[in-house]
């Protein structure tokens, strides 16, 4: 195992406030406020384990105080050639894990380090992918684990939860009824939420060290990702911006944001050009793993977008289905909320955003096995 970096700090990008990892938080005990991680150090060619075939061949830029207790493989997934509307495009296959969506390179990195904090019992709150794999990851890590979920979750997620071991509690309503269930409960349980403990970041910032090595350790122009709570948008920034400040890559690749028409609070702010967060009325989405209309880091999540000159899109439900059969018709077997990246694709080559000669690399982030029902409605084969 590659030798781990110096430990990160806990930081509240409100005040400023720090505090030493060592101890777990999820909130900042200043404010009340998420909490974020000091910048990482980066990696050059040089410091990738070559011969771990997971994300922790990029052990050098995880800040964990030890090396892993528990792996299952998480990380490392193909980046596929294909063509979109009459363009190449770069697939990158994140459905390809051990829990069937992109979250297991947050939830690896962020169990393990609850693991070496002395955590032993988690709460998690998920419209689905985030909570199977906290499910599996503390299967794999022996953690007591309670999980929050909307009752109208797709069921193959809920059984794979709790196949698992996980405690598994449907709660009544919307994704931010039961965001607002479990912060209830966080008072008696380590809240493991995955939008506000931040060393779920530190493993899907891996996700920009495996772009910039499988494309020959450099950037892609550009970066195309659904958008819920932001983690890989985050991630991506996080990643990339490391590598740019320890001199590995020269530029900043444009990062696309999609969310779903029926419910884009980040998309609302973006086009109101402030850092404010905009009250939408939220209707229901095929796309129900990025529905969620309170946003948790509103500011890191435009910031990204922003500050590398890209955009957020919100796309309607016919065209999140329209880009679901296309992608299935292409091989690429993904839930509906993965769908909203080819759609946003669409629009994006369609505007000029993208552009033929550039390197672009869409973000697959769930499974369709999970979906299969909702899936055949959508597409007519059921």
Avoid at 167 to 186: F, I
Avoid at 324 to 349: N, Y
Wanted: proline residues 7%; charged residues 20%; contains cysteine.
């Amino acid at each position: 195992m590659t030798t781990l970096p110096d430990p990160a700090t806990y930081i509240n990008p409100r005040t400023g406030a720090t505090w030493p990892t060592s101890t777990a938080l999820w909130r900042a005990p200043d404010d009340g406020g998420y909490v974020n991680l000091t910048p990482g150090p980066g990696l050059a060619p040089g410091d990738v384990d070559a011969a771990e075939r997971s994300l922790w061949r990029y052990a050098a830029a995880v800040r964990l105080a030890a090396p892993p207790a528990a792996s299952l493989g998480e990380g490392w997934t193909p980046l596929i050639p294909a063509q979109w509307d009459g363009q190449p495009i770069l697939m990158k296959a994140e459905y390809f894990m051990p829990s069937g969506s992109f979250k297991d390179r947050g939830s690896a990195v962020m169990l393990n380090y609850l693991k070496q904090a002395g955590v032993s019992e988690i709460l998690e709150d998920s419209s689905g992918n985030a909570g199977s794999s906290v499910a599996t990851y503390a299967a794999a890590l022996d953690l007591s684990c309670r999980i929050l979920l909307p009752a109208s979750a797709p069921i193959a997620k809920r059984i794979q939860m709790a196949a698992m071991g996980a405690d598994v509690v449907p709660v009544d309503g919307s994704r931010d009824d039961t965001a607002r269930a479990a912060l209830a409960e966080a008072e008696d349980t380590f809240y493991a939420g995955h939008n506000h403990q931040p060393f779920f970041l530190e493993g899907t910032k891996t996700l920009a060290f495996e772009l910039w090595e499988q494309l020959g350790f450099r950037a892609p122009d550009c970066v195309v990702t659904p958008l819920g709570q932001g983690s890989n948008v985050m991630g991506c920034h996080i990643g990339f911006l490391e590598l740019l400040a320890c001199g590995a890559i020269d530029r900043m690749p444009r990062i696309y944001a999609v969310q779903a028409a029926n419910c884009a609070p980040y998309h609302a702010a973006f086009e109101a050009g402030g850092d404010a967060p905009v009250v939408i009325e939220a209707q229901p989405t095929i796309a129900d793993g990025i529905a969620s209309a309170t946003p948790v880091r509103l500011r890191e999540v435009l910031a990204a977008v922003r500050e590398t000159g890209g955009a957020t899109v919100a796309v309607a439900e016919d065209e999140i289905i329209a880009a679901l059969g296309h992608l299935a018709r292409k091989g690429f077997f993904v839930e509906p909320t993965t769908a909203a990246c080819g759609a946003g694709l669409t629009r994006l080559i369609a505007d000029g955003s993208i552009k033929p000669n550039e390197t672009a690399v869409a973000i697959l982030t769930g499974t369709g096995l999970k979906a299969v029902e909702k899936i055949g409605a959508a597409l007519g084969l059921d």
